[in-house]
């Protein structure tokens, strides 16, 4: 569906997917369903006092992103299923960069098939476009003109974040796999490597590398590999200290910034103008329902983070129910000691601090993935076997 323009559907179909599964189906979990109705109980006051019709839409559409989180805790996914779904879409997207990337500029503005089936009102608005009208790669700057990926997503960090997915779950399947599927998805992970690097997303790189220490940690933590683990909290301890005595963090966000002017810029008159109009919200429990736009902005408010941008349109309670259930989730993967669920949870806890928890990527799925390998219930102890989980569900592959 994302190869043919269509991605603006999958998390819809999902959904539906989900909700159409009856055997063997659990009650919801509680967090996620708290969300979703913070967030429809704002929505339903931004309606009441008369926001605009397309803002309204928008909101309506990146809800559909949480009820599907919330209906894939009601069924046991099969993890290895999921898993192949995004190494696959994650190293076709990889190679089509790399295409991409050869041939510049010839593949610039892709359409897809389906920019070509849609009407063309739908196909020109922006909001489809960026589906229909691939990018893979595109110019930039860093210091110097950079040809950046942009992937099927018309976005880098999107891009970034389904190669870094995809670098996250292949591991496992190497696990055990024929020397074909071994050669063939070790080849895939290397190209989502420089796919990653391309994004230029330092969000990304960072979200992944907190996951890699995360699973890391607890796979030696398993294995009771106790002086390694000595070694390496001694290692992260000393860095942090001399990070924090040493480290001119003014200048150094200043030298970040100035290989890309106006990024820090940008998103710093996001944030504090969200944060303002959080202060003076007249429904601190809830939010504003919607994302409205300023004049000025580059972005709407609440843009460009999750917990922000949840805190703002679904306010104080919606935000504190999702840290609180990314805390159990992480907690369920230590528990379990699944490696991958904890990645998937650390991943998507870090991504979310810069970039929005959005239906027009597949970022979620980190959390998906972590839902699948814990088996989706809502008790303390994983109901998939961490070498051969059952499965129940499988889930369109995206």
């Known amino acids: 569906m994302w190869v043919l323009g269509l991605g603006f559907l999958w998390w819809p179909l999902l959904l539906l997917r989900t909700l159409g599964v009856r055997r063997r189906s659990r009650p919801p979990q509680f967090l996620p369903a708290a969300i979703v109705l913070c967030l429809a109980l704002s929505l339903l006051v931004a309606v009441l006092r008369g926001a605009e019709f397309g803002r309204v839409l928008g909101a309506g559409y990146n809800i559909v992103v949480w009820v599907s989180l919330l209906a894939l805790t009601t069924v046991t996914i099969d993890w290895r299923s999921l898993s192949r779904g995004i190494a696959q879409l994650a190293g076709l997207q990889s190679i089509a960069v790399l295409v991409a990337l050869a041939t510049h500029p010839l593949l610039s503005e892709l359409r897809l098939p389906a920019a070509y089936v849609l009407p063309g009102a739908i196909a020109s608005d922006p909001a489809f476009e960026s589906f229909t009208t691939v990018r893979l790669v595109r110019v930039d700057y860093f210091g110097e003109t950079v040809l950046r990926a942009a992937g099927f997503f018309g976005n880098s960090t999107w891009a970034g974040a389904l190669a870094a997915l995809g670098i996250?779950?292949?591991?496992?399947?190497?696990?055990?796999?024929?020397?074909?599927?071994?050669?063939?998805?070790?080849?895939?992970?290397?190209?989502?490597?420089?796919?990653?690097?391309?994004?230029?997303?330092?969000?990304?790189?960072?979200?992944?590398?907190?996951?890699?220490?995360?699973?890391?940690?607890?796979?030696?933590?398993?294995?009771?590999?106790?002086?390694?683990?000595?070694?390496?909290?001694?290692?992260?301890?000393?860095?942090?200290?001399?990070?924090?005595?040493?480290?001119?963090?003014?200048?150094?966000?200043?030298?970040?910034?100035?290989?890309r002017e106006g990024s820090l810029d940008a998103r710093t008159a996001i944030y504090s103008l969200t944060w303002q109009a959080v202060v003076d919200s007249p429904f601190p429990l809830?939010?504003?329902?919607?994302?409205?736009?300023?004049?000025?902005?580059?972005?709407?408010?609440?843009?460009?983070?999750?917990?922000?941008?949840?805190?703002?349109?679904?306010?104080?309670?919606?935000?504190?129910?999702?840290?609180?259930?990314?805390?159990?989730?992480?907690?369920?993967?230590?528990?379990?000691?699944?490696?991958?669920?904890?990645?998937?949870?650390?991943?998507?806890?870090?991504?979310?601090?810069?970039?929005?928890?959005?239906?027009?990527?597949?970022?979620?799925?980190?959390?998906?993935?972590?839902?699948?390998?814990?088996?989706?219930?809502?008790?303390?102890?994983?109901?998939?076997?961490?070498?051969?989980?059952?499965?129940?569900?499988?889930?369109?592959?995206?």
Do not use: M
């Open 168 to 259: 996250l779950v292949t591991p496992a399947l190497l696990r055990g796999a024929s020397r074909r599927a071994v050669l063939g998805y070790g080849a895939l992970l290397a190209l989502d490597a420089v796919t990653l690097y391309l994004s230029y997303s330092r969000n990304t790189w960072l979200g992944l590398a907190a996951a890699a220490v995360a699973a890391g940690v607890l796979v030696l933590w398993r294995r009771q590999q106790w002086y390694l683990l000595t070694a390496l909290a001694a290692t992260t301890v000393g860095a942090a200290v001399y990070v924090i005595s040493t480290v001119d963090f003014t200048e150094l966000f200043a030298n970040v910034n100035s290989v």
């Open 286 to 398: 809830l939010g504003s329902g919607v994302k409205e736009r300023v004049p000025g902005l580059v972005a709407s408010l609440g843009t460009h983070g999750t917990y922000l941008g949840l805190l703002y349109r679904g306010g104080w309670l919606a935000v504190v129910l999702l840290v609180l259930w990314l805390g159990l989730l992480a907690l369920r993967a230590w528990r379990a000691g699944t490696p991958l669920a904890l990645g998937g949870v650390v991943f998507a806890t870090v991504w979310f601090v810069a970039e929005d928890l959005d239906a027009g990527h597949l970022a979620p799925l980190g959390l998906v993935v972590a839902l699948a390998v814990l088996g989706g219930g809502t008790g303390s102890r994983s109901s998939v076997s961490r070498d051969s989980p059952r499965s129940v569900v499988e889930l369109p592959t995206p």
